[in-house]
């Protein structure tokens, strides 16, 4: 095949793959995967080694344990790692969504459309976010996340009603005192992506890897630098709920 030839396909490729979308239609279908359920990752536990990598400061991957009797389990890799600040703290990065461009390494464009307090404590975030994996790939999809204060969780999966472009996203954080230091905070971050057609293995692999060590160590950074730093408006009402933990 001529370099010219080759060259060609690959634009029809590009294009056919990132075709202009009406991103205000729904998305097609709806769960494919399982979403998570709020509060500890059940039946996962740390040996004295990956206590000691936390308390140096890095982070630790682990597999969790999806539930066998699911036909679409949510599983995979979660990233577990201890921030030196407080439970507020570290909530106030992780709900700071509209900011999150100014923060996270590849992040685009993150803004809420719609953050509504629930009758019974909870919220919904509906969040649309552009992320750039590599150079000519980027991503833009609409995520529905509830943050359970009272459980130290924020769940999330796609906002099915309008269209995504990864076929599915199941997440999870859930933050935790730490065991054994006070004013310290384990963080542990978990999502599953399903992605839409044929993609480049470089971008699995970024996705898979790269981008869950990047998502908590973004937070450990932010947090450690600003200890005291409120609740974002919205979730100010919260902050009882997460301190009661």
């Given at each position: ?167 599915d996203v199941s997440g ?10 006070p004013d310290c905070t ?60």
């Amino acid at each position: 095949m001529t370099r010219l030839l080759f060259t060609a396909l690959l634009l029809v490729l590009y294009s056919s793959a990132f075709a202009k979308k009406d991103y205000n239609k729904p998305h097609g279908h709806g769960p494919v995967l399982s979403p998570y359920k709020p509060g500890k990752f059940e039946g996962l536990s740390l040996n004295k080694s990956e206590e000691k990598k936390l308390a140096e400061g890095k982070s630790v991957m682990k597999q969790s344990m999806p539930d066998p009797n699911d036909p679409n389990p949510a599983g995979g890799a979660i990233c577990v790692q201890d921030i030196q600040a407080p439970l507020d703290a570290v909530w106030s990065q992780i709900l700071d969504l509209d900011n999150y461009k100014k923060k996270v390494a590849k992040v685009l464009e993150s803004k809420n459309y719609k953050v509504a307090p629930q009758k019974d404590g909870k919220y919904q975030i509906k969040t649309k976010m552009v992320m750039g994996v590599m150079p000519g790939y980027k991503y833009t999809s609409f995520y529905d996340h509830t943050f359970h204060p009272r459980e130290g969780s924020m769940t999330w999966t796609l906002d099915y009603d309008k269209t995504s472009d990864f076929d599915d996203v199941s997440g999870h954080w859930h933050v935790a005192e730490h065991p054994s230091k006070p004013d310290c905070t384990r963080v542990f971050y978990a999502c599953d992506i399903k992605m839409a057609g044929s993609v480049p293995k470089p971008i699995i692999n970024f996705i898979g890897k790269v981008a869950l060590k990047q998502a908590t160590s973004w937070v450990k950074k932010e947090s450690e630098g600003s200890p005291v730093a409120n609740l974002p408006k919205p979730f100010d009402s919260a902050k009882d709920a997460i301190l009661s933990k």
